[in-house]
């Protein structure tokens, strides 16, 4: 699989301040990258880097095999960007919004009816940009940014202040790109989030990556109880150790019919990067 991103040892400073210190990782091809951390982590420095807007301190980040301290014409085109500011144009149609940057891209008109159908805005095609609702204006961001058909597409945190509902939706159509052949980078606080989509995550705190790797596999490295957690249709909750020893009993449960739940006793998301967030702390 092609590298899209590839970061090593990367470094920024901003004069005495360290925001980002030796962060290393590559983004495949086709791949949805979850970068995870509160804010102030250094998430949207590294989109910055990634994109050209800053230069790195030290280290190597290649984008398309190219340094992203001179990005080429080429590689811009290849770039789609959803940044905390929308920078839609209020007076203006959804179809007038993506008319703008047709021009901009020589994109031909025709293709604007279709961008709009595919994040479910066809429909508000002649309606003005300051009439729509917040998850509306978020799809619209995207699909100005999917407009020009990027390889790759950098979202950050595209689904903050969103009900459930457009967070939803906004995952839906996250999914369909990399379906179409996109490569996704996302930045998100959102561990849930994190977890549906994104084939690999880095836990990013401080200016540092805590941990990296498949979302379950992180998961499933912090561990420590390592129990079979079973809830009884009676509300009795019974754990036993995750071995071949349980077996039995846990096999008697089900053949009486008293199980309700099952679970295994790994940690979600959230309680690893509070963990490896709270290690980080003891440490300094």
Known sequence: MNE??????????FGDKTVLNDISCTIAENEIFGLLGPSGAGKTTIINILTGQIKKT???ALVFGEN???LSDGAYSSIGMVLDVAGLFERLTCY???AVFADIHDIKKKE???VLEKVNLLGEAKTKAYKLSKG???RLVIARAVLHKPKLLFLDEPTSGLDPTNALEIHTLIASLREQGATVFLTTHRMDEAMKLCDNIA???NGVIMEYGAPDVVCRKYNSLDTIEILLKDGTKVALPNNAESADEIADYFKTGQVETIH???PDLEAVFLSVTDKKGENQ
């Open 4 to 13: 899209v991103i590839k970061m090593q040892n990367l470094r920024k400073n």
């Open 58 to 60: 030290e280290g190597e």
């Open 68 to 70: 992203t301290d001179n």
């Open 96 to 98: 007038q919004n993506l």
């Open 112 to 114: 604007i009816p279709e």
């Open 136 to 138: 509306m204006r978020q």
């Open 203 to 205: 836990l990013l705190n």
């Open 264 to 266: 295994s006793s790994e």
